[in-house]
């Protein structure tokens, strides 16, 4: 069988690409390099608009020849605003909390009653107290009486031995005298046993009254420790028993305790004046003044309490909020730790890092960062104070890059004062 026949002869292959081939190889080449121009472009306009934002502080001296600015700040502490006549409430014997007379925010006088405990068996107490006074009271005037009685015959012996020496034997007369000075003794017995039962009374009127629990002093109550029907007792026992009713403050004695790093305790004075904010309201500022700095350091933390009274009575100045206190300087004060040739700035605690082991902060010029290292004293209120390094008048970055290189590209929007 035959197949079809094939010119071999008329098979080649064509090596010259059509002209329509070429001209799609070159569009696609452009496309290409626009595409890589575009995102070139767009890169180095991002990289351009990437400058972060930051935060920053124009650096001022906290001196000039010497003295310190009037009202100045020179230290700044952190702490808590406390009620220097504080107490927790309590009764001083055990028992079941019957009534609950103030709540939270209540203002008593001194004297007045907060609360009270059942109290049956200390009244029966007092009852039979007072009746066992009354049988010892009764005693004495029976003991009395046969004193009385047996001095009379004891005397009437005596007188009748005295005119008939033989009526009346001399025996019976030293008889009446011994029964006269027995009923003595048993009187004055009596009259003890009354005094016994009279401080025995004393004393479970005195168990009565403390049943009444009463404020010690003027003031408002904090917080109820207790609930009506609870077991109180002076020291707690564990279990359902509750130690203090309630806890009792003065809030005419408010002042605030902070703690001020001890390399710049030589700068507070007693009565020096103080500016005081609150963190509940930040855009107050209430007067205060230097009441005592404690003569102790801690030395864990190195720091000494200082206690700054609060001049400005306000309402909304509750205890055991926190508070910040700037120490200030009055006018013409002298330096407290002059520094021949440099000038001190108080600075936030975030402007100065640590930098390749050195203690930096860093400056903003013409846009971008600079490292300046400086000798800075510790923290004390968030604030560092930089003792060398700085002249006056730099860019100081305080937030706004966690990790920040020399060169780094920077956007100031405001300059803070």
């Not at 209540?106 to 107290?129: F, P």
């Not at 305790?257 to 855009?283: G, S």
């Not at 600075?347 to 640590?354: N, Y």
């Not at 003792?387 to 970055?397: A, C, D, P």
């Amino acid at each position: 069988m035959t197949g079809p026949a094939y010119d071999l002869g008329k098979l080649k292959l064509d090596r010259d690409p059509p002209s329509t081939v070429r001209r799609a190889f070159g569009r696609n080449l452009a496309f290409v390099v626009v595409a890589l121009l575009v995102v070139a472009a767009i890169m180095l306009f991002a990289r351009r608009g990437s400058a972060p934002s930051v935060q920053t502080i124009v650096a001022a001296p906290l001196e000039a020849g010497g003295r310190v600015a009037a009202g100045s700040v020179s230290v700044t502490a952190n702490g808590y605003v406390v009620a220097r006549t504080r107490a927790s409430v309590s009764a001083k014997v055990p028992g079941r909390l019957q009534t609950l007379s103030v709540d939270e925010g209540s203002t008593v006088a001194k004297g007045d009653l907060i609360a009270r405990l059942e109290n049956a068996d200390y009244q029966a107490a007092v009852a039979e107290a007072e009746a066992s006074v009354s049988v010892a009271q009764a005693q004495v005037i029976e003991a009395r009486a046969e004193r009385d009685q047996m001095r009379r015959e004891s005397e009437r012996l005596r007188n009748l031995r005295a005119t008939n020496p033989g009526l009346i034997a001399e025996q019976d007369v030293d008889a009446a005298e011994s029964r006269a000075a027995q009923t003595e003794a048993r009187t004055r017995s009596a009259e003890a046993r009354v005094e016994a039962a009279s401080a025995s009374l004393r004393f479970a009127r005195a168990n009565l009254d403390n049943t009444y629990i009463r404020a010690p002093f003027a003031g408002t109550v904090l917080r109820k420790e207790a609930e009506v029907g609870e077991v109180v007792a002076p020291s707690v026992g564990g279990g359902l028993t509750r130690g203090a009713v309630v806890t009792l403050a003065d809030l005419r004695t408010l002042e605030v305790e902070v703690d001020v790093n001890e390399a710049y305790i030589a700068r507070i004075r007693h009565e020096q004046p103080a500016r005081i904010t609150l963190d509940a309201y930040p855009d107050t500022a209430f007067r205060g003044s230097v009441r005592q700095v404690v003569p102790t350091a801690d030395r864990q933390r190195a720091t000494v309490q200082v206690k700054v009274a609060i001049l400005d009575r306000d309402p909304r100045i509750l205890p055991e909020m926190g508070a910040r206190v700037d120490f200030l300087e009055p006018a013409g004060a002298a330096a407290a730790e002059p520094v021949a040739g440099a000038a001190r700035f108080r600075l936030p605690a975030s402007a100065v890092r640590e930098h390749e082991g050195r203690t930096v902060v860093w400056l903003v010029r013409a846009g971008r960062l600079e490292a300046r290292e400086v000798n800075a004293g510790p923290v004390s209120g968030g604030f560092r104070e930089v003792r060398s390094g700085l002249s006056g008048g730099e860019l100081v970055l305080t937030g706004g890059v966690e990790a920040p290189e020399t060169g780094m590209r920077v956007k100031v929007p405001t300059l803070a004062p």
